[in-house]
Nanobody, 121 residues
Framework: QVQLVESGGGLVQAGGSLRLSCAASGSIVSINAMNWYRQAPGKQRELVAVINSEGRTNYADSVKGRFTISRDNAKNTVYLQMNTLKPEDTAVYYC???????????????WGQGTQVTVSS
């Protein structure tokens, strides 16, 4: 069984910072991309940041220059450092990873349960 568990969400004032973490555990052989998505009330889930197995990153235009994604491959963990937060960043943030599960023998997507980030004005 594979699990992705997020942590680090909370309530912060505009201009503040938060750091999200997502740890993958279980029968993992290897992990390709690890990503952060978010979903605000009444809106579709959107991709926020991507990091591949080599550390190459990509960001949504709305967070470029404010958010930084990183990963620790030894810990199967991905992070999202969020600075200069804005009220429009309020959403549930989800971790996603494409990984090889030794029980299945092929790569597939896994999702965390989500963590709430609320930015007050």
């Amino acid at each position: 069984q594979v699990q992705l568990v997020e942590s680090g969400g909370g309530l912060v004032q505009a201009g503040g910072s938060l750091r999200l973490s997502c740890a993958a555990s279980g029968s993992i052989v290897s992990i390709n991309a690890m990503n952060w998505y978010r979903q605000a009330p009444g809106k579709q889930r959107e991709l926020v940041a991507v990091i591949n197995s080599e550390g190459r990153t990509n960001y949504a235009d709305s967070v470029k220059g404010r958010f930084t994604i990183s990963r620790d491959n030894a810990k199967n963990t991905v992070y999202l450092q969020m600075n200069t937060l804005k009220p429009e960043d309020t959403a549930v943030y989800y971790c996603n990873a494409e990984l090889l599960n030794s029980m299945l023998g092929y790569f597939r997507d896994y999702w965390g349960q989500g963590t709430q980030v609320t930015v007050s004005s």
